[in-house]
């Protein structure tokens, strides 16, 4: 192909063609240079989180053989950023030194942090202790198996007929065998007497 023996119409529309190629070319690579950090610097402060939102979520921590507790979700989500993970409806037990349950609890929401090795569950929150105690409380702290379980807000106690009690906080001890009444407490006692 020769350029002398193009005719005009047909250098117009090569000229124009490669005009428009230009452009383009010109545009794409504009757009790189523009974009190139776009997505890194957006992404660099989350460059390492991870989340899962997940049915039927099952925590636990076992160390050497020995569980110390498990929590079950009907739903729930896990942020790496932060290490905490959010339960709804949840369902779990505290174990003792015999790996035998010694208090469960239920509640319709709750967290667990892993990097403050903390539970706490939330918002309508029943806890039941190996010796037949049930707690209800807004809120359920567990910090760890050597330091007490605190249930906090609005907590009633019964065991059976025999007891009867309501309190702002309640501290259970590591061992979940006794318990401390704090805050506004009424307790109600009754013998087998007086049932």
């Not at 929590?71 to 003792?96: H, Q, R």
Request: aromatic share 10%.
């Amino acid at each position: 192909m020769n350029w002398k023996n193009l005719s005009k119409k047909k250098k117009a529309y090569l000229l124009g063609f490669a005009t428009i190629l230009g452009l383009l070319l010109w545009a794409f690579i504009s757009a790189g240079v523009i974009t190139h950090n776009f997505n890194r610097s957006q992404l660099s402060g989350q460059k390492d989180k991870q989340e899962a939102l997940i049915n039927g979520i099952i925590l636990t921590e076992t160390k050497n053989e020995k569980k110390y507790w498990e929590i079950y979700g009907d739903t729930g989500n896990y942020d790496s950023t932060n290490g905490v993970a959010m339960l709804d409806n949840c369902i779990g037990n505290f174990y003792g030194d015999d790996n035998e349950v010694s208090m469960s609890f239920e509640s319709s929401k709750g967290t667990y942090n892993e990097k403050k090795k903390q539970i706490i569950m939330y918002d309508d929150t029943t806890i039941v202790i190996k010796d037949g105690t049930v707690l209800e409380a807004d809120r359920l702290t567990w910090s760890g198996s050597d330091k007490p379980v605190i249930a906090r807000g609005n907590v009633r106690i019964t065991r059976g007929q025999d007891l009867y009690a309501t309190a702002d906080e309640v501290e259970i001890s590591p061992g979940y065998d006794d318990f401390k009444i704090k805050g506004n407490a009424v307790s109600k006692l009754y013998d087998n007497k007086e049932k």
